[in-house]
């Protein structure tokens, strides 16, 4: 045996060796004969096969005697549902820190990254498959789940998927490594029919044949290899670790079953290897992150897979694939029930709880047994009462004893008496496993009176809590693996547009994601606790006696208490006064634009509010004050002015039109004084006295006429719309604009 294992290290200085390698698979399967041979030697599919038994109300190990009623009452399963429903009663709340300084630029990517993987959760029903991991973690003690992108899920665009490992199907090298990230190899292997075999690996239909049929190949002399030719194939004492390990894995977990003759053993070895390879003129690593997949199948016989790390997308540029969670980690994830620190399997409260739980079975048992006997009660007849036994049946009828004396001497018989002591046993040893199993009833809580105050409900969730501590550890740690190997998935593999809806401030909000867009250093964590059952009535009454001495609003009181459509309340609330101060002077006139803007204003919290006005959702006041457009999306219709009024309007600007031309010829007549030098300074100072006093004269004319022109446009304005002010006032307004400009 020794020879045949010499036969199979590599010599690459890796654990595997390299491509395409004759002993590539047989080496897959030499470290998966050790890894269960480790499982079989502390005695882990024994325990797990017993600890299902027991979650399966199979307690007994012999079949009852005649008469005799083994009862069992499953404290076990009990523990553990309540285990389950206390640690997964909640879906858990996540955050997104940043792993270094934070671009402002990208500080909405990390909100975007939240809510991304809190839609994938409630979506794809990860509570759910949380409830099954705690439920086999709670089981065997162990739990483990690997993450992977399966592109026939969402309709051929695939979708990341988290899978449930059971424990008898997975190991990993070193064997005794507790940290899963730190070890050298995980090994994931289960049993596959054939024909699924060969419709998966179609390029390796013709060779791949059952376990079964490989084994009898293998048994046969004449098809073992010499184990001193040259070290490529030495399978003598090969045959039998294979054997053993097909056997383990085929039985061991649930018994063989009909078609086990029509199955294969498939294996999937996930290593660390730091192969380098020539890249133009530069040294780089073969595989993304040092990981390496080989799947091998008939006892290493036929590798049907061998790639680079799977969790990362070849398309993807290296640097950013680079920042991915998976980049250089397994995609799986292991956590336990109760930590062991002597091995890296854990440890079920089963282990603790059997035995009292045995001891209960066994005291229901005797005083069923006993009361069995007291139920089955025996009627005294004489043989001198002259009555038969057959007539002291139930039915009616008539029976003549021989004497007065013998029919009193026909009576039942005292039956044994029930020790009360066995119920007093019972309760001890209930009491015991309760308190082992660190479980609480509501019963505890009991005050005295009808209902039970909310406070003592509170220090049990508290006293639960502080017993599940480890497990909240535990398990949190598995969920923050999750959602960060979710993340790291969907940053490789969401290639397209995708969306994603959440609600905020009770508005469903819908937005579109791309995983290249959000690949930043952001870490997600799970706050601890938060999958863990919350007392409502608690809350509710901490927040009434909050609000009645004003440490918190109205808003939040409602929120608290899920008060139905509590948004649109509070802002009714909110519009309370103010809603009566926009209705008055929206009657002055004030245009609808700016009560509208109010009206949402008044509504927003600070934040909100500071958030919209820098994105330009709000528009500023000067904004609000430009007159509104026509209904054709042009300027607003000039008002029509009677042709009379028309014709004087014209007149005044051709003569406004004169007095402009007649200044820009003074204007160029000083500009050329200027410009002559020959001029005494006498004349220029006279004409520029000369030209300073027209220029008045002028600007006073102009003055004149213009007012005259406005005096005369409100007239005929005036008669034209009578009693519409807002009209009238909106004429004069912009004739009076147009006046200002032309005086400028």
Not at 298 to 324: C, F, M
Not at 501 to 528: A, C, H, N, R
Not at 627 to 633: C, H, I, L, R, T
Request: hydrophobic residues 35%; aromatic residues 8%.
């Amino acid at each position: 045996m020794a020879t045949a294992k010499r036969s199979l290290i590599p010599e690459n200085g890796e654990l595997l060796h390299e491509e395409n390698h004759p002993m590539l698979g047989y080496r897959v399967f030499d470290i998966l004969a050790d890894i269960v041979q480790h499982k079989q030697d502390l005695g882990l599919p024994a325990k797990w096969n017993r600890c299902y038994e027991l979650g399966k109300n199979k307690h007994w190990r012999q079949a009852p005697k005649k008469n005799v009623a083994l009862v069992t009452a499953n404290l076990l399963h009990t523990h553990r549902t309540r285990t389950k429903n206390m640690l997964t009663d909640n879906n858990p709340t996540f955050n997104i820190r940043a792993a270094g300084e934070v671009d402002p630029d990208k500080e909405d990517l990390y909100k975007t990254l939240l809510k991304t993987a809190e839609y994938w959760w409630s979506e794809t029903e990860q509570q759910k498959a949380f409830e099954v991991t705690v439920d086999n973690g709670e089981t065997y003690g162990l739990t483990v789940e690997k993450m992977l992108f399966n592109p026939e899920l969402e309709q051929g665009i695939g979708e990341a998927e988290s899978a449930i490992i059971d424990p008898f199907h997975i190991g990993w090298w070193p064997v005794k490594q507790d940290n899963i990230q730190k070890c050298e190899a995980i090994l994931h292997y289960w049993p596959m029919t054939v024909r699924e075999a060969r419709r998966r690996w179609p390029n390796f239909a013709d060779r791949i044949k059952s376990d079964k049929e490989m084994l009898e190949q293998l048994s046969d002399t004449r098809m073992e290899i010499q184990a001193n030719m040259t070290g490529k194939k030495g399978l003598g004492a090969y045959i039998t670790n294979f054997a053993n390990t097909v056997k383990n894995v085929m039985n061991l977990a649930g018994g063989s079953t009909k078609e086990e003759g029509d199955e294969i053993l498939v294996c999937e070895a996930w290593v660390k290897d730091y192969t380098r390879i020539k890249e133009g003129e530069k040294e780089v690593d073969k595989y993304y992150g040092n990981i390496r997949r080989v799947t091998a199948l008939n006892g290493g016989e036929l590798v049907v897979d061998d790639r680079n790390n799977p969790s990362i997308n070849p398309e993807l540029d290296v640097e950013q694939a680079s920042q991915t969670y998976l980049w250089d980690k397994f995609p799986f994830i292991k956590a336990h029930s109760v930590t062991d620190t002597g091995q890296p399997w854990g440890m079920s409260d089963f282990e603790q709880l059997e035995n009292l739980n045995i001891e209960v079975n066994k005291t229901i048992s005797q005083f069923t047994y006993v009361k069995d006997k007291v139920s089955r009660i025996k009627l005294i007849n004489p043989k001198d009462t002259g009555v038969t036994n057959k007539q002291l049946g139930n039915a009616d009828g008539i029976i003549n004893p021989a004497s007065s004396f013998v029919a009193q001497t026909i009576r039942y018989l005292d039956p044994p008496k029930i020790d009360m002591h066995l119920i007093e046993a019972l309760n001890v040893y209930k009491e015991f496993f309760f308190l082992v199993a660190g479980s609480f009833d509501l019963e505890q809580a009991d005050t005295g009176k009808s209902v039970i105050a909310y406070k003592a409900i509170a220090a049990l969730l508290e006293r639960a809590a502080t017993m599940l501590r480890g497990k909240l550890r535990n398990y949190s740690g598995l969920i923050r693996e999750r959602g960060r190997m979710y993340l790291s998935l969907m940053q490789s593999w969401y290639t397209e547009d995708r969306f994603i809806s959440y609600e905020q401030d009770g508005e469903d909000i819908t937005k579109k994601i791309k995983g290249t867009e959000l690949i930043i250093p952001g870490k997600l964590s799970v706050v601890s606790g938060s999958t863990m059952p919350i007392s409502k009535i608690q809350q509710r009454e901490e927040a009434l006696a909050l609000f009645d001495k004003g440490a918190i609003d109205a808003e939040e009181l409602l929120k608290t208490i899920e008060w139905p459509d509590w948004k649109r309340v509070v802002a009714r609330m909110k519009m309370g006064p103010i809603g009566e101060f926009l209705e008055k002077i929206s009657m002055q006139g004030v245009p609808p634009a700016l009560i509208s803007a109010w009206e949402e204003i008044a509504t927003l919290e600070m934040k909100e509010y500071e958030k919209k006005l820098v994105d330009g959702e709000i528009p500023m006041f000067g904004e609000l004050l430009v007159p509104p457009e026509g209904e054709d999306g042009g300027p607003p219709a000039e008002p029509e002015v009677p042709p009379e009024i028309q014709a004087e309007v014209r007149l005044k600007e051709a003569q406004a039109r004169k007095v402009d031309a007649e200044i820009e010829l003074i204007m160029e007549k000083i500009n050329t004084e200027k410009v002559n030098q020959s001029a005494t300074v006498a004349g220029v100072q006279f004409d520029k006295v000369k030209l300073t006093q027209d220029q008045a004269k002028l600007i006073a004319d102009i003055k004149d006429r213009d007012k005259q022109r406005d005096h005369e446009y409100k007239i005929s304005t005036t008669k034209e719309f009578g009693k519409d002010k807002a009209k009238t006032q909106g004429a004069f307004r912009e004739q009076g604009m147009k006046s200002d400009n032309k005086r400028k």
